[in-house]
Each structure stands twice: as C-alpha cells, then as structure tokens.
C-alpha cells in the first residue's frame, strides 16, 4: 500500500511517500518551500502547484527509466495521485490561514 502524508513545517511543506519499488523501512521525503510565494494571487498558487508536483513526481519516481518501457509504472502514478491529492488539501488550508492573516 503507499501512503502519502504531507505536513505543515516551519519553513515549508513536506511531502513524503512510499513509492512501490521502495524499501517501506525508509520514507522518503521532500521539503517544499512556499514562504517566499504570495498565496492570494493565483500565480503564487500556481507555482506551489508546480513545486508540489515537481515534489510527487521525484518521491513517486514518475519519470524513472524501466526496462521495456518509457511509461511510470501503476504504482508510481498512483502514488502521484495520492501525492497530489494530499497536497492540495494541505495547499488550501495554507491558503485558507494566509487569507485569514495566520
């Protein structure tokens, strides 16, 4: 099963997951930063948008050569997904709390 968390930090966001192909013994994590982007205007929004996706994709090893194949695997997408989607709740509380001054 892959399990992604992400977690508010002093500094940034965190975005951890555990890809398929991985030892479940060690998960992996990235730190995102999002200090210095303007949350209440939709560029801001968009490139932490980018950066989280840009995060998911290195966690979940989306674009890691296989043998045979050019396209991710099953796993890995999926594991994007639920990278994804965890992080863009995690995004709309931080904007949510930016906007009421917090």
Do not use: H, W
């Not at 990235?30 to 490139?47: A, C, H, N, S």
């Amino acid at each position: 099963m892959i399990k992604t968390t992400l977690t508010s930090a002093a500094l940034g966001l965190m975005l951890a997951a555990t890809p398929a192909a991985a030892d479940t013994s060690e998960t992996p994590g990235v730190k995102i930063e999002y200090r210095d982007l303007d949350l209440d205007t939709p560029e801001g929004q968009e490139k932490l948008e980018r950066r989280i996706d840009a995060a998911a994709s290195q966690i979940c090893k989306l674009n890691e050569r296989r043998t045979g194949t050019r396209l991710p695997s099953r796993a890995s997408k999926q594991c994007f997904a639920e990278a994804r989607t965890t992080a863009k709740s995690q995004m709309a509380t931080l904007i949510a709390n930016q906007q009421r001054g917090g």
